[in-house]
């Protein structure tokens, strides 16, 4: 688009037409331009912001008494953090795995040119329409032992049934992983049902007439070939665990004790509500460097996989 | 056209005038629930009658934490509103940094360190000069509880002491009831701790531990004791505490299900809602060892440093106005607590409210008043999030125990420091 290729071609007409031409490439520039600096001020300045603040001594309102990185030891000798960076591994690591593994299957199933296929569809993609915070007061009801599922199966005889995972602080962690694995695996099901109905027929009947088994088909043809889902699906997923907020509020309130506090829960509370914000900024790095930690090397890997292949 | 004119000229010239006295004042506060609504309603009434304007700004939930939220974001943007509820030893922090006037021309010609209890001026007071204005005394050690469950039950009365405490739990479970309500919220969590620990430890052991957070008294067997009877008092919950909120938490004793429920005095809303009366429908009693004790918890208004002689003018007329007798009378007559001013007279309060101010003046002479850590009375928003933190995984972990819990919240207090 250089202006060498137009302007000498078309002589007198050509300087209007250049003139069009320098619109035509100044006024993408111009419309991006305000969203641009929207983004670079409201996103990458308040994370260098956040990073500031983290190397100072602020309590109840930002200040700038610079301490080096002793928030950052502060931080680290927390009891409530280490648990709160213990439980993300948790429940990011179950949630993930548990959403690609049960949305594989359902997109497999649905995709067997079953009857009513669009209805099932849409009530497996259905949660996903609520909000976390529904889904939170929901599944809060449901888990709650004396209200939902124990008190249920109890009310059917079934004196000496126990399911209290919500008050117990070693399996509460397990609830939020029942509950965002309840919102997110219709999603990742339709992602997956996308990626299965982009591959060729005609590979399957090939397969078949090789011999091989469904079973084997798929583990073998359609795993490999669903790769950038799987790619984009983890990409989705880990940002939804890693900000966790609302569920984790409207769930367990972070309890019982902090046993479900998450890296945000922690963030907030000890910004917001505790007068320390300079330990809450320094929480709000070290989750920036966790989601880089996991996403850099991924996409790097998966970018240069797909440059090369 | 020229009447007109001469009106609008009149009306400029009025609001004019009007502008030097009076002025419109943006009182930020979290007084949202029903009682509260009304009584801070009532403040605005007054205020404007004065012929000053009341910009409302409430902020709901969280025990005044949005509320604190939104107040700091306001402060860092250099647009704090003229007065805000704030408590304890917050308004220090926010005097220190030099957001908070004076209103000291208010205090003099009331003469208010005359009818202030000094312990509960000195919170509203920075570097000698008053900048907040007290408006009530909640008390927190308190048994709502219902008559009917501990008849029923064969329990006499409330228990006084942790042993009896026990005892009667256990008659009131076989009977078919619960015997403590209780909402497993930290806060709640530590407002049950509190109780406990200066039932058991007297006044002085609770200053020492718990505002001035020695490490000694933290971890003295005393403490150990209350925080094995504090988790002892799990068994007397039932098992769908959590997260549940006091209130729903309070009309399980309302409805019968419950015998008792630890909390402070604002508890009292919920039973005039629902119709009943102190003494006969419910009863409220300090809990164990606590009946000469007084363990407050009170709202402020602070007053922030504005330029604006009018706007000055309002904050000393509302710091005057809330602390009038007529409005301390009927304000706290709606929120459950008692009137900070000592000399304004009981006669139109109920029973509870009477027993309130006769263990403050008790507590008083003997010791026994002490501040909420619970209600942020006592030590600073991180410390009592560090000891919320302790408090609240120590009742709901099974394993742990009081000697770790104990070692625990120094490490934590002093990490919070």
Redesign the interface.
Known sequence: MSPHVSSPRVGGKGRRRSLAGQVERFLPRLVVAPSLAVALFFVYGYMLWTFVLSLTDSRMLPQYDFVGFAQYARLFANERWNVAATNLVVFGGLFIVSCLVIGLLLAIFLDQRIRQEGALRTIYLYPMALSLIVTGVVWRWLLNPGLGIQALVRSWGFEDFTFNWLVDSDMAIYTLVIAAVWQASGFVMALFLAGLRGIDDSLFQAAALDGASLPRIYLRIVLPSLRPVVFSAVMILAHIAIKSFDLVMALTGGGPGYATDLPATFMYAHTFTRGQIGLGSASAIMMLCGVLAILVPYLYSELRGQRNG | MKTIHALAAGALLATAVGQAQAAQIEVLHWWTSGGEAKAANLLKEKLEAKGHTWKDFAVAG?AG?SA??VL?SR??SGNPPAVAQIKGPLIQ?WGE?GFLGNIDKAAEADGWDDFLPQEIAAYDKVDGHYAAVPVNIHRINWIWANPEVLKASGVEEVPQTWDAFFEAADKIREAGYIPLAHG???WQDATVFEVVMMGIGGGDFYRKAFVELDPEALTSDTMIESLETFKKLRGTM??????RDWNIATSMVINGKAAMQIMGDWAKGEFTAAGMTPGEDYECVAPPMTEHMFSYNTDSLAMFDVDDAGQQQAQLDLASLVLSPDFQASFNQAKGSIPVRLDVPLDDFDACAKASREAFDVAMDEGGLVPSLAHGMAV???Q??AVF?VI??????PDMTAETAAE?LV??VR??E
């Open positions: 969280g934490d604190m939220t700091k402060a860092i922090e940094m497993g919220q930290p039932d098992d769908n505490i959590a997260g600073s928003d991180s009592q999030g933190d609240t995984n120590f009742f709901n972990d625990r490490s934590a990490a919070a």
